[in-house]
């Protein structure tokens, strides 16, 4: 997967060198949101099969864990990137977060958007089905 995130990224840019740092990091996030997918009971064969409720899930699964929207909102970027290039321009939509988990990107410093996360992670809990 490393490979096609490398050409694909490399395309992308218009000219513009992509660091390694950000090849990698796009990779290694792919290629955990996979796992997860798989670990959460979605056996996927294909990176083809991915649709937008496994992508939802992750999102779901990943505010329940604790990460913060930051990280939540950049891996949904890598995911609606990763869309693109498999021909699913609908994989994740803009402002996903906001969307599928009710929160938003906080402002630096505002402890209005700590309150908003834990609203959103209680009302996700409430309403998850039973493991």
Known sequence: MSQLIKKKLRSETAGK???EATIKMTSNTLSAAIM???????????????RSRHCKALAE??????YSV????NNLCRLRRLGHWI????LVPNN???????????????SRAKVEIVAAVQDLKQHAPAR
């Not at 997860?36 to 099969?49: D, E, P, T, Y």
């Not at 699964?61 to 604790?66: H, I, N, P, Y």
């Not at 930051?70 to 909102?73: E, G, K, L, R």
């Not at 021909?87 to 609908?90: T, V």
């Open 61 to 66: 699964d990943w505010l329940r864990e604790g």
């Open 70 to 73: 930051n990280t939540i909102v």
């Open 36 to 50: 997860r997918l798989w670990a959460m009971g979605f056996h996927l064969q294909s990176v083809s099969q991915l």
């Open 87 to 90: 021909g699913r321009d609908d």
């Open 17 to 19: 060198p992509v660091s």
């Open 96 to 110: 996903a977060a906001a969307i599928w988990l009710n929160v938003k990107r906080p402002k630096p410093g505002s």
